[in-house]
């Protein structure tokens, strides 16, 4: 995360000095911090996986295919064991990785539209329309978004789109509060002021002036953003509230957990899941805060 | 039972000293079956919350769990539908069967003090029960008018004899309001629903909603000395591995209905601490069903409903969602109502997708290039996680004849609103209880006057036949029982042939309760047992 004196000391041709971050991350792989390394591969590993459900595992991952209740190991045709009603949990991992990715962008996408839309206008513009959206987005901050999101999906329904739309909108709040921040240090330097000055108008100045230069900032909170959405999605499974029309990692959790006690790897195994996807945007989260922050002092 | 403290006094009179050691372990036995005064029993609010707490206005389980110990009926059910005393001491028959009188018990007072007479069931009868009862109107089809010849005496003028109205009359299915609380005012928005007065051995005292009902001893209990308990507690507990671990810490003693997943049920049985008993389920006869919507396509077509009963393995699903608990359903009443179970002659649904398929062609939806024939959804009864497998299983049972269901989830109310007010639904996994007697329990489903908007358990169906509609009420006035369990018999064949509601299982369920726990019901209707005569071993 960037502190205060390093903002201080940003160069005035930030504007090019981004895309040439963009572009040292993909020509610089082994100059990476290792938790990069570890996250991207985590990333693609699941991406794979998760292209390739329909090929590794092409039937429907609700079918009842064997019988109920089998260990890991017990049938070699079913190597992660069977759930509560005899359908394959390898096949329930595999293809729960979509829906975890789906909501995982997805939702993440929301929040950096929004928190960063409204973070802009807020910091670029100041006065009463800064007041009033910050206080918007204080609201936003004060609710637990946990508990927000559980009251948006039982007010609309449990079905996919709109788990992604609530975990979208009880977080961009942050990101909001990122983005102003950038904004009000962006704002005073002087290309942006030229840019307004030569009648380019805010809009113009917003979009390619200032948005792209606070942008890096967001980008690391997104992949924050992206491994919490994974973990609310599980949440909100695990007290029903998944669509059952989709298999994802979480509501296999829910399925299972009221045979915790007698058969727990029908919940752990999902759970490991989840523990490795979330632990993959946070290392790729970490790592590109590292690049940052290294990007300041070259 | 011997009082203990004279047989110690025998035997010590008798032998002085060899008597000695013998009347210690004597008097340890009859010390521990002796019912002890005092004691909580924490309970389970189960499979939820209820809304109300009196059955005469809502009758789901986790209502009647609490009503029944807060209310009586006229009478109640001994093991195997013995029919027993309760708020009437007596009744008799007239020679013709067209009158039932009962002598009501003197001196019962309501908890609020206001004594209880015939006053009371006349105006619950006509005011409540005909009124805003799923199952009333079919129940006392044959009543013609309730007198009261004095405060303590109920007639019940029948046009025709009735099999069913005695047995009908019990706390459970016909509850009593206080007339003094509910006259001239709307019986569904009355204060007095959560806040219930009733005749009972447990009397309200409050409700914390989303933690805990508390009920305490009625002092003024009719059975003099009973209940022993001093309090029942009901608490909810929403999560099925937490219900279990509640019991497993001794903090919940009793749960009916099922109260933990059937993964537990096998850890519970073996458990050193607590019972696990599947009697007094009878009267409920609970039955696992599918309802069809036949206002509209594609459920609307007779060969659509068999189809899907054609493609839903039932042995498969009993034997995967249940563990094997509970069997194929083969008809509206179940097997285990036996006077009333048609066996031989009923339609049969044996497994067999290529029936399906070709039913499904016959009705006008043929398989599409992508190998579906129509879209449709599923909605199931929220009562626990058993409830969503079961759906999940019908989901896949339809994808195989190619009908894609998208499975909806909603909390009770969002569920009754559905189903029984906007009629806004395809297909259902619900609950069925058979109460019985099929002229309670079935009647309601499948008779054209009982769709009923806005009456939760009604005919949500909207299956309306003059062919059915005639059957039924010539059950109503049948002469005698046998002719009634005859047409009952033929009510049932038709009902499986037009299967507007379809029978996937008669459900088995069980109650946990601590092994400290003593002295509960065995009734036919004990699940919900009055704890009257429960106590808790020190």
């Excluded at chain 1, 788990?163 to 909001?176: E, F, P, Q």
């Excluded at chain 1, 704002?187 to 380019?200: A, H, N, Q, T, W």
């Excluded at chain 2, 006077?339 to 002659?345: R, T």
């Amino acid at each position: 995360m960037t502190t205060d004196s390093e903002r201080d000391e940003l160069p005035t041709d930030i504007s090019i000095r981004v895309p040439n971050i963009v572009l040292r991350i993909f020509r610089s792989w082994r100059k990476f911090p290792l938790s990069l390394h570890i996250g991207l591969l985590i990333l693609l590993f699941q991406l794979a996986v998760a292209l390739l459900a329909n090929t590794l595992y092409p039937q429907d991952p609700f079918e009842l295919v064997g019988m109920p209740f089998m260990a890991p190991g017990e049938d070699p045709l079913f190597p992660l064991g069977t759930d509560i009603l005899g359908r394959d949990i390898a096949a329930g991992v595999v293809h729960g990785s979509r829906v975890s990715l789906l909501v995982g962008f997805a939702a993440t996408l929301i929040a950096t539209i929004v928190g960063t839309t409204i973070g802009l206008v807020s910091g670029y513009f100041g006065g009463w329309v800064d007041h009033a959206l910050m206080r918007l987005t204080e609201l936003f901050q004060v609710i637990p978004h946990f508990l927000f999101a559980i009251i948006l999906v039982s007010i609309m329904g449990a079905d996919l789109s709109n788990i992604i739309l609530a975990i979208g909108l009880t977080s961009w709040s942050m990101v909001a509060r990122l983005a102003r921040a950038e904004t009000l240090a962006l704002r005073e330097l002087d290309f942006v002021k030229i840019s307004v000055v030569m009648g380019g108008g805010h809009l113009r100045a917003i979009l390619t002036h200032v948005l792209p230069n606070a942008l890096p900032p967001v980008i690391v909170s997104a992949s924050i953003l992206t491994a919490l959405a994974v973990l609310t999605e599980a949440g909100l499974a695990f007290f029903g509230m998944s669509d059952s029309n989709h298999v994802s990692w979480g509501s296999m959790i829910g399925a299972s957990r009221d045979a915790l006690l007698t058969a727990p790897y029908m919940t752990l195994i999902p759970g490991a899941a989840i523990v490795v996807a979330v632990m993959g945007f946070s290392l790729i989260g970490d790592g590109l805060g590292q690049i940052l922050r290294r990007g300041h002092r070259i | 039972m011997s009082n203990p403290r004279t047989s110690i006094l025998k035997l010590r009179r008798r032998t002085f000293l060899a008597g000695a050691a013998a009347s210690l372990v004597l008097a340890g036995r009859s010390f521990a079956d002796a019912p002890v005064r005092g004691g909580t029993v924490v309970a389970l609010a189960h499979p939820g919350e209820p809304n109300v707490l009196t059955s005469a206005v809502v009758q789901t389980g986790q209502v009647q769990s609490v009503s029944s110990k807060i209310f009586d009926g006229l009478i109640t059910f001994g093991d195997n539908f013995e029919i027993k005393p309760e708020l009437a001491t007596k009744w008799t028959t007239s020679e013709d069967g067209k009158e039932l009188r009962f002598d009501l018990r003197p001196g019962v007072r309501w908890h609020d003090g206001t004594p209880f007479t015939s006053a009371d069931v006349k105006f619950t009868f006509e005011s409540v029960w005909m009124k805003i009862h799923p199952r009333a109107r079919a129940t006392f089809a044959a009543v013609d008018v309730v007198e009261t010849p004095d405060p303590l005496t109920v007639v019940f003028k029948l046009r025709n004899p009735s099999g069913v109205i005695l047995g009908a009359l019990n706390g459970l299915e016909s509850t009593i309001l206080p007339k003094h609380l509910y006259e001239n005012t709307d019986i569904q928005t009355n204060p007095y629903n959560i806040k219930p007065v009733g005749t009972g051995p447990f009397r309200f005292k409050e409700w914390v909603r989303g933690d805990r009902i508390v009920l305490e001893r009625n002092p003024d209990y009719w059975d003099a000395g009973k209940p022993y308990l001093d309090q029942v507690i009901y608490r909810v507990i929403p999560d099925a591995t937490a219900r279990y671990a509640a019991f497993e810490s001794g903090a919940v003693q009793y749960g009916t209905l099922t109260p933990i997943s059937l993964s537990d049920l096998g850890l519970a049985q073996k458990s050193d601490t607590l019972d696990v008993d599947f009697h007094g389920y009878e009267w409920l006869a609970s039955a696992i069903v599918a309802d069809f919507n036949v206002r509209r396509p594609p459920f609307n077509d007779v060969r659509v409903r068999r189809a899907v009963a054609h493609a839903i393995d039932l042995k498969a699903f009993v034997r995967v969602t249940t563990r094997g608990l509970a069997k194929p359903g083969t008809s509206p009443v179940l097997s285990t109502q036996t006077k009333f179970y048609a066996g031989e002659g009923l339609p049969e649904y044996t497994f067999d997708r290529a029936v399906a398929d070709q039913l499904l062609d016959e009705a006008g939806y043929p398989k599409k290039p992508d190998g579906t024939r129509f879209a449709t959804t599923i909605d199931w009864l929220p009562f626990g996680e058993t409830f969503q497998r079961f759906a999940e299983f019908a989901r896949q049972a339809f994808k195989a004849v190619g009908i894609e269901a998208t499975i909806r989830n909603q909390d009770l109310p969002q569920f009754f609103r559905r189903v029984y007010s906007e009629n806004d639904f395809d297909f259902t996994i619900s609950h069925r209880a058979g109460l019985g007697d099929p002229q309670i329990g079935i009647d309601r489903v499948i008779w054209s006057k009982a769709i009923l908007k806005d009456i939760p358990w009604s005919n949500g169906s909207g299956y309306s036949s003059p062919e059915m509609d005639k059957l039924i009420e010539a059950a109503h006035v049948a002469p005698n029982e046998d002719k009634r369990v005859e047409l009952y018999k033929q009510i049932q064949v038709l009902a499986q042939r037009d299967i507007p509601t379809f029978t996937l299982a008669e459900n088995k369920q069980f109650t946990v309760s601590s092994k400290k726990l003593r002295g509960l019901g065995t009734g036919s209707i004990s699940v919900y047992d009055s704890l009257k005569d429960a106590w808790l071993e020190a």
